[in-house]
Each structure stands twice: as structure tokens, then as C-alpha cells.
């Protein structure tokens, strides 16, 4: 198992229950969290921290909210990695993926990952990233 002492995440979801089981399983692996629930909030938390790395969730009370958290992470911390989560496929039909440098360019997310997801799958991810 990774370890993650002294690094921080910042997570921002509106789904309680989901961020309460990736707080409780990021701080077995050592990571400092930061939470929110909403857009607004997340972008306060933007502005006051430099996390190490981002999760966030594509549809919070805007369906494109996700996009923006990333634009404003990688203006304000262009060197912090975000993950995006996402159930926009499963509720719209709709794809977004960051697979090209051209999604990438324009998502601004580093990695995508559907909902529901599984924290092995977010912890691989972390640890590409990171």
C-alpha cells in the first residue's frame, strides 16, 4: 500500500456518502484531506489551498461544474493533478474522456473516471499521478 503521509487531496462532491468513504480510505493511505460539497465551496478551497492533487465530482448544482473546478485548479495550481469523477454517461449518454492531449486541453483533467467507481481505481490513479 502507497503511503501518502504529508501530502494533501482536496475533494469535492456532493454525494456525502461517497465522500465520507474516500476521506475514511485516503487517510488510512496518510493523506491530509479537504472537503466540500459544493462548487462554490470548492472554489473557495482553490483559493486558500495547494493541495497535492484533486478529485472532483463533473456534476455538483451545475451539470458542468466539474469542468470549471478544473479550469480554476489548473489556472491558480497548474502543476496539482486532477482527477475527474463522473456520471454523466450513465445519466446523459454523453462521453468525456482525457485519453488525447486535445480531451486533456480542454477537460483540464489529468484523469477521468466513471461513476461508480471503485477506490482501487482511484488509488491507481493517485498514484500515477502523483
Same mark, same amino acid.
Given at each position: 500500500?502507497?503511503?501518502?503521509?504529508?501530502?494533501?487531496?482536496?475533494?469535492? !462532491?456532493?454525494?456525502?456518502?461517497?465522500?465520507?468513504?474516500?476521506?475514511?480510505?485516503? +487517510?488510512?493511505? =496518510?493523506?491530509?484531506?479537504?472537503?466540500?460539497?459544493?462548487?462554490? !465551496?470548492?472554489?473557495?478551497?482553490?483559493?486558500?489551498?495547494?493541495?497535492?492533487?484533486?478529485? *472532483?465530482?463533473?456534476?455538483?448544482?451545475?451539470?458542468?461544474?466539474?469542468?470549471?473546478?478544473? &479550469?480554476? #485548479? +489548473?489556472? +491558480? &495550481?497548474? =502543476?496539482?493533478?486532477?482527477?475527474?469523477?463522473? =456520471?454523466?454517461?450513465?445519466?446523459? =449518454?454523453?462521453?468525456?474522456?482525457?485519453?488525447?492531449? !486535445?480531451?486533456?486541453?480542454?477537460?483540464?483533467?489529468?484523469? #477521468?473516471?466513471?461513476?461508480?467507481?471503485? *477506490?482501487?481505481?482511484?488509488?491507481?490513479?493517485?498514484?500515477?499521478?502523483?
Amino acid at each position: 500500500m502507497a503511503d501518502f503521509t504529508g501530502k494533501s487531496i482536496l475533494l469535492v !462532491d456532493d454525494d456525502v456518502d461517497l465522500l465520507t468513504g474516500l476521506v475514511f480510505q485516503l +487517510k488510512r493511505l =496518510g493523506f491530509d484531506t479537504v472537503t466540500a460539497e459544493t462548487q462554490r !465551496d470548492g472554489e473557495r478551497l482553490i483559493d486558500e489551498t495547494t493541495p497535492d492533487i484533486a478529485v *472532483f465530482d463533473l456534476m455538483l448544482e451545475h451539470l458542468d461544474a466539474g469542468f470549471t473546478l478544473c &479550469h480554476r #485548479m +489548473k489556472r +491558480k &495550481h497548474p =502543476g496539482t493533478p486532477v482527477i475527474l469523477l463522473t =456520471g454523466v454517461t450513465a445519466e446523459t =449518454g454523453l462521453e468525456f474522456d482525457t485519453v488525447t492531449a !486535445d480531451e486533456r486541453s480542454w477537460v483540464k483533467a489529468d484523469a #477521468m473516471l466513471a461513476k461508480p467507481i471503485r *477506490f482501487e481505481q482511484l488509488q491507481r490513479e493517485i498514484e500515477r499521478l502523483l
